[in-house]
């Protein structure tokens, strides 16, 4: 996650810094530009903040929370991924001018109360995987990949929603009782460390189509070879492999 980090201050450095911006007697910093790059790398920093928070429920054994920020993690992957291929293909859809107005909306209008928040259009979800699955599948997509997100994020959705099927992961034992100040040492511990795998090989990826995105060859070489060096040491047919070990 150093090398991640590093590598957003670097494609940092390539977009208009953010300027600050009054807001009631005090300051914001904001992206006055709103393009799509310095969107890229507010993205990525996101991605790396919560990477690291992930990492930290995951080894103190709070594995309900590591999954609701997966969850996140899935999203902002996606988001990348949507605003990259934009670039990389040269195309700027309404739906990409519609999201970039959506994010860029401020929560709440220097001149309004802060009681009253700004009523944020959402781009829904399956709009955006369905242009990924056009940009990676070809015109007319699979719906194979589209069932396999959809499946992927409604199981993390459970983690974030407090559902009760995950909810009862926490229990176990004997005799059996809530485990609630994490699952260190138990079998879903495992489990979820394992998981964690798929989300820093993803994280890799979004740097990785993110450097193709800022046009840099070099770079996007340079990560693409780091995945496959990280890929051959710690996993095992695109999947930990701490896997075959639980």
């Known amino acids: 996650m150093k090398n991640m980090a590093q590598t957003t201050e670097q494609l940092a450095s390539r977009v208009p810094r953010p300027k600050v911006v009054p807001f009631k007697g005090s300051f914001n910093f904001r992206y006055a530009e709103r393009t ?92 955006i995987r369905a242009y990924l699955d056009r940009a990676i599948s070809g015109p007319k997509g699979s719906s194979r990949n589209l069932d396999a997100a959809r499946t992927v994020s409604k199981a993390y959705s459970g983690y974030v929603h407090a559902a009760s099927p995950q909810i009862m992961d926490m229990y176990s034992g004997n005799p059996p009782r809530f485990h609630m100040h994490g699952m260190r040492g138990t079998t879903r511990h495992l489990e979820h460390r394992a998981d964690f795998w798929n989300y820093m090989y993803r994280g890799i990826c979004a740097f990785c189509i993110s450097a193709k995105a800022f046009g840099d060859e070099e770079l996007f070489k340079d990560i693409r070879q780091f995945n496959d060096e990280f890929v051959r040491q710690t996993g095992n047919d695109l999947q930990s492999n701490e896997w075959p070990e639980i």
């Open 36 to 127: 799509i790059h310095q969107a890229l790398v507010q993205k990525l920093a996101r991605l790396v903040s919560c990477l690291h928070a992930t990492r930290l429920l995951m080894e103190a054994g709070f594995v309900q929370e590591q999954a609701a920020l997966q969850r996140i993690l899935d999203e902002i992957a996606e988001d990348i991924s949507f605003l990259s291929w934009s670039v990389i293909n040269n195309e700027t859809t309404p739906l990409h001018e519609a999201y970039l107005s959506a994010f860029y909306l401020e929560e709440f209008d220097s001149d309004s109360e802060v009681t009253s928040s700004s009523d944020r259009p959402m781009i829904h979800r399956k709009k």
